[in-house]
Structures are given as C-alpha cells and as structure tokens.
C-alpha cells in the first residue's frame, strides 16, 4: 500500500515534526526521540520510574529494588545519563570517607515518565473501554 506524500495534518500540527521545536530550544528532535528510545527498554524505564517516584537513590539501592547486578545496572544507569533522563551525583558524606555516587531523574526524565508513559498506563482502562467491540454505549442499546 502506497504512502500519500502530498497529505497534510489538520489542527495545530506543522507537515514537519521539527517545527515542533522552539526555536531557541535546546534540544533536537533526534535527542527526544533518543530519550523515549531510551526508556523503551524495560530495565532503564524501571529505573527512570524508581528515580521519578523515589526520588534520589544509590546504584546499591536501585541494585537491590530492581534485582540487577552491578554491571548491568550501571551499562543502563550511563545510557539514561547520556540521554538526559537522569544525572549523576557524587559528594563526600560527613565523617566518610570516598566519594558517594547518587541518581536522580531530571526534568526530561520526569516528563517523559509522567507525561509518556506513566499516562499510557494510567489510561489503559479508559482505552479498552473506548474500544472495547464487546460493549455497546447505553443510548445504542
């Protein structure tokens, strides 16, 4: 089946998805596409939700919630710093010694869960209910 090029989408959105962008944004529409990219993959969005709704963790806590070794952790923890999800944070505690290494999401980490797929969840009922061919709406019946 043959794409029609020449359509072009009604309402508020531009032919070109770059359009989308502000014009002194500071991100390209390939580094979004990498961010939701990145949380496609079921570790690095358990770990992203960890940080969004838990707030700050170490790679020992976030070891131990979600059942990873150390390695494997820390290959998904540099791919979501690397796309701008979540940063990296390392300070000395008072009385330790050594430098103590942190996890928290950013703002682009939050929205992407909260607004993206957190929402896509949460609306899942409210989907199956809209498409749902076994029901019929009351006035139809």
Known sequence: MAID???????DFPDDPEDLLPTDGILSLDEY?????????????EICYR???????????LEEVISIDDSTLH???NKLVDVGLIE???HTERGQDGLYTYYRATV?????????IDELIRGEQEFEEMYD????????S
């Not at 090029?5 to 309402?11: E, F, K, L, S």
């Open 33 to 45: 596409l990498e961010m939701h990219a990145a949380v496609g993959h079921r570790t690095r969005y």
């Open 75 to 77: 290959y998904h923890l």
């Open 133 to 140: 061919s076994s029901t019929t709406p009351e006035s139809e």
């Open 5 to 11: 090029q020449t359509r072009t989408i009604g309402g």
């Open 88 to 90: 990296k944070r390392q």
């Open 51 to 61: 940080l969004v709704h838990g707030g700050e963790m170490s790679p020992k806590e």
């Open 108 to 116: 682009f980490g939050e929205v992407t869960l909260s607004e993206g």
